[in-house]
C-alpha cells in the first residue's frame, strides 16, 4: 500500500506542478467569483430586475437625458389624421417598444431609416393598418410583434368608446384569470432542470478531458521505455491504480474549487441578482452530495477504461483509434441523458440511472427532478462501485500485459483472449 500512496503522492504532485492546471484552475476560480459581484459594479437593472448604483454611472442626469436622445437609440412614427393623439399620449401607450418620435411624413421615415438615424419606424394608416420600416431585419426582432399587440389594444379601446361601452369594467371582465395556488409537495422539475443540464455537461467535459490525459499518461511511458523501469520496482496494478487515483484527486480540486468559487460568490451577491441565477446555482445540498458521489463514480469508472486504453497502444496518436468506442459510448450516454431531463421519471432514466456506465449522471438527475426511492439509489451505488472494482482489476490486468508490447495497437478482444490464457 506504501507504493500505491507513493504513485498517487508523485502523479498528483505532477498535476498540481503543471502551470496549465494550476493556472486554469486559478483563472477559472478569480474570473467566477469575481462575475458574481458584477451586479455590484455594473448597472444591470434590465437583468435582474435591482437598481444599483454602478461606480461606472454618471452623477448628472442630463447626460442620461442626452444617452437616450441619441440619433440611432429611436423610432419614428407618421399617424394619418393623428389616429394616435399627442406625442405624449404615443410614448405612454408605446413605451414598451422604445422612444417614439414623430415624422413629417411617410418619406421622411423612409429617408432617416434609409440614412440609420433611426433604429426603424411606422407609418400607421389607421389603428388597424400600418407600415414597418427597418434597415437590416434581425434575425430575432419583436420590435414589429410588440408594436402591432399594442396597436390591437388601441383599436379594442376604440371601438369599446366607440361603442359608449365601460372600457374599464369590459376589460376587468374581459381578462379576468382565474386565481389559483400550486402546492408543489415533492420537486419542481422546472426549476430544477438547468443546474441538472450544467451538471451532466460537466461531468461530461471532465471524463473526457481527464481520460485522454490519463491514456495519453499511460502511453507516454510506454513510448519513451520509462515504463520497463518502472515495472521492475513497483506493480502494475499500482501504477494503473495511483494514476487514476490521483486524476481523481486532480478532478476533485480543479472542479471542486471552481464550482466551489462559483456558488460562494453567488451566495455573497444573491440579493444584487435578485435571485435571477437560482435556476443554475441554487443548487440543493442532496443534489451536491449525489453528484459527488456519482460523479466521482463514474470519472473512476472511464478512467481505468482509459488507463487500458492507453495501455493498448505504444503511440500517443493511435490512443483515438483504439478510445473511439468508449467515446463513443459516452457520447450516447451524454446524449441520452440530456434529452430525457424533460422525462426523469420515463423507462429511459430509470434504466440509465442503474446501468454503471450512465448511472453517473442518470442518477443525481432523477435525484434532483424525479421520483427515486432509497433502495434504488443504494443499488444503483452499489452497481457502479462494484463495477469500478471490476475495470480497475480488468485495467490492471490489461496494463500490465500491454506495458512491455509495442508495435501496432493491441486489439482489446486480443488482450482479453491473452488476459484468460494466461490464468
Not at 432542470?193 to 491514456?215: E, K, S
Request: with cysteine.
Amino acid at each position: 500500500m506504501n507504493k500505491l500512496f507513493t504513485v498517487i503522492d508523485f502523479e498528483l504532485k505532477s498535476y498540481t506542478k503543471n502551470k496549465s492546471f494550476v493556472i486554469t484552475t486559478l483563472v477559472m476560480v478569480v474570473l467566477l467569483f469575481a462575475a458574481s459581484f458584477l451586479p455590484k459594479v455594473f448597472d444591470m437593472s434590465s437583468i435582474t430586475g435591482v437598481e444599483t448604483k454602478s461606480i461606472f454611472s454618471g452623477s448628472d442626469d442630463k447626460d442620461e437625458d442626452k444617452d437616450s436622445e441619441k440619433e440611432d437609440g429611436f423610432y419614428l412614427y407618421y399617424s394619418e389624421n393623428d389616429v394616435l393623439g399627442s406625442k405624449e399620449n404615443v410614448n405612454e401607450i408605446f413605451a414598451e417598444v422604445g422612444i417614439l418620435k414623430k415624422a413629417k411624413s411617410k418619406e421622411d421615415i423612409i429617408k432617416k431609416v434609409k440614412s440609420q438615424k433611426a433604429k426603424g419606424g411606422f407609418y400607421i394608416k389607421d389603428d388597424m393598418h400600418y407600415e414597418y420600416y427597418v434597415f437590416n431585419a434581425e434575425m430575432y426582432d419583436d420590435t414589429q410583434m410588440i408594436f402591432e399587440t399594442i396597436l390591437t389594444n388601441l383599436h379594442k379601446q376604440n371601438y369599446l368608446l366607440a361603442h359608449g361601452m365601460d372600457i374599464s369594467e369590459f376589460v376587468t371582465e374581459y381578462e379576468a384569470i382565474p386565481e389559483g395556488n400550486v402546492n408543489i409537495l415533492g420537486k419542481d422539475a422546472s426549476e430544477n432542470f438547468w443546474y441538472c443540464y450544467g451538471l451532466v455537461i460537466l461531468i461530461f467535459m471532465l471524463i473526457i478531458m481527464y481520460g485522454v490525459m490519463i491514456a495519453t499518461s499511460v502511453t507516454n511511458e510506454k513510448s519513451n521505455r520509462s515504463i520497463e523501469v518502472l515495472v521492475t520496482s513497483i506493480d502494475a496494478k499500482y501504477l494503473l491504480f495511483g494514476k487514476v487515483i490521483a486524476g481523481t484527486f486532480a478532478v476533485v480540486i480543479q472542479a471542486g474549487s471552481i464550482l466551489a468559487a462559483t456558488l460562494i460568490g453567488y451566495g455573497i451577491n444573491h440579493d444584487a441578482w435578485n435571485g435571477k441565477l437560482d435556476m443554475i446555482l441554487d443548487i440543493p445540498s442532496d443534489v451536491i452530495i449525489s453528484f459527488a458521489v456519482f460523479g466521482v463514480g463514474g470519472f473512476l469508472f472511464y478512467a481505468f477504461v482509459y488507463g487500458a486504453v492507453g495501455a493498448l497502444v505504444s503511440k500517443t496518436e493511435d490512443i483515438n483509434k483504439v478510445a473511439g468506442t468508449v467515446q463513443m459510448v459516452i457520447m450516447i450516454v451524454y446524449f441520452v441523458v440530456l434529452f430525457s431531463l424533460s422525462k426523469p421519471d420515463g423507462m429511459i432514466m430509470k434504466v440509465c440511472s442503474i446501468l454503471p456506465v450512465s448511472s453517473y449522471s442518470a442518477m443525481f438527475v432523477r435525484i434532483a427532478m424525479g421520483k427515486v426511492t432509497v433502495p434504488e439509489i443504494i443499488i444503483s451505488a452499489v452497481l457502479l462501485y462494484a463495477s469500478i472494482i471490476f475495470i480497475g482489476w480488468l485495467a490492471a490486468k490489461i496494463y500490465r500485459m500491454g506495458t512491455l508490447r509495442y508495435g501496432n495497437p493491441i486489439k482489446f478482444r486480443n488482450a482479453l483472449k491473452y488476459i484468460k490464457e494466461k490464468e
